[in-house]
């Protein structure tokens, strides 16, 4: 595709060099075993439909959006990912006996349009569609989609100039058990620049909601809307150009606010005085208590991606999530490689 006269003013064309910018154009959701359509077809067919629904109809937004913006130029984005990642602690759960293990698969892909509308303003517009398949828990199983958009602005002209960004998103998430069934929204802020020629840090701020089913409670008089969540987090990371395709990001991440969790019937005494809300689920494979409870997490990041074309990566990390509610302290290793392509 022929770039566009004035592209460079806001990002170089190389995926390296826009993840050091702070333009990712990583998919939004990630985590890889089968192709997506063969778990499209585990779910109630009207979900699958309105998701389908969804994204065409954004898409067409897309198309016909430059002719109400007058848009200085328009150009097409398509990313796409294939991962795979083990977890240690899936049910994310304090007792070690209870914590579930295995590899989650994710296929995932966006399709959108970025839109230049002034020297320095760039706004990304995409369709969004992933899924997660998990090697033991099928019942886990899900299709996330749903329209995306971040708000780009440079703080003058030049590679080093500072950036601040603007994105939100919506999305209807499906789940082989379907009390998991639910909307997720986000909207957040990032801002970064370069600190040398070959290092930028960035930091943001990620708000999320989720608003799921109202379900039967495992307990009389106790709430059951489990899967009603609400999250702010803060993250830091530093991208450091060790070589001319290699990018080290190593990074921190604080998160406060509702998370879920699940374990066997043999604690329940010792967690629904905790609990804000609770049901019973089979979503492991057996009669589990899952509930929802307000705590706060670190994560401690070290990645890695090395570029093999000017549009095709290889990405691998790892995470250490350190957790804490009501006394209770929770640890979770995550381990993911992935690769990416990024038009």
């Known amino acids: 595709m022929e770039e566009p006269v004035d592209k460079n003013v806001i990002v170089d064309s190389n995926p390296q060099q826009e993840k050091l910018e702070g333009y990712d ?6 985590s890889g075993e089968y192709p997506i359509v063969s778990v499209l077809i585990r779910y109630d067919s009207r979900n699958i439909y309105e998701i389908i629904n969804l994204c065409v109809l954004f898409c067409l937004l897309i198309i016909m959006f430059p002719s109400q913006l007058h848009a200085e130029w328009a150009d097409w984005i398509l990313d796409a990912s294939l991962s795979n990642e083990y977890r240690d602690n899936i049910n994310y759960v304090y007792f070690h006996d209870e914590q579930k293990r295995g590899f989650v698969t994710s296929p995932a892909i966006s399709l959108g349009r970025y839109y230049q509308l002034g020297e320095y303003t760039r706004l990304r517009l995409t369709a969004d569609i992933s899924s997660e398949i998990f090697s033991a828990f099928h019942n886990l199983d899900s299709v996330l989609a749903g329209p995306s958009f971040v708000l780009v602005q440079k703080l003058g002209l030049g590679h080093e100039i500072p950036w601040i960004s603007l994105k939100g998103s919506a999305s209807y998430l499906t789940v082989s058990d379907s009390i998991r069934d639910s909307m997720i929204y986000t909207v957040g802020v990032n801002a970064g620049g370069y600190v040398s020629e070959r290092i930028d840090l960035q930091g943001g701020y990620l708000y999320t909601a989720r608003r799921g089913k109202d379900l039967n409670a495992a307990e009389q008089g106790a709430s059951g809307r489990v899967f009603d969540l609400n999250s702010h987090k803060v993250s830091f990371i530093a991208n450091f150009l060790v070589a001319p395709s290699l990018v080290i990001t190593p990074g921190y991440s604080y998160n406060t606010g509702d998370f879920v969790s699940s374990a066997g019937a043999e604690y329940i005494n010792k967690l629904k005085k905790f609990s804000k809300a609770n049901t019973l689920d089979q979503a492991y494979g057996e009669t589990m208590w899952t509930y929802k409870m307000h ?20 990405n691998s990390d790892y995470s250490y999530v350190m957790g804490r509610a009501n006394g209770w302290n929770y640890y979770e290793n995550i381990v993911k490689f992935a690769i990416m392509y990024s038009f």
Do not use: I, N
């Not at 154009?25 to 990630?30: D, K, L, S, Y």
């Not at 401690?300 to 991606?305: R, Y």
């Open 295 to 314: 705590g706060y997490s670190h994560e401690l990041l070290f990645g890695a991606s090395y570029a093999l074309t000017g549009h095709v990566s290889l």
């Open 25 to 30: 154009r990583t998919p939004a959701f990630e």
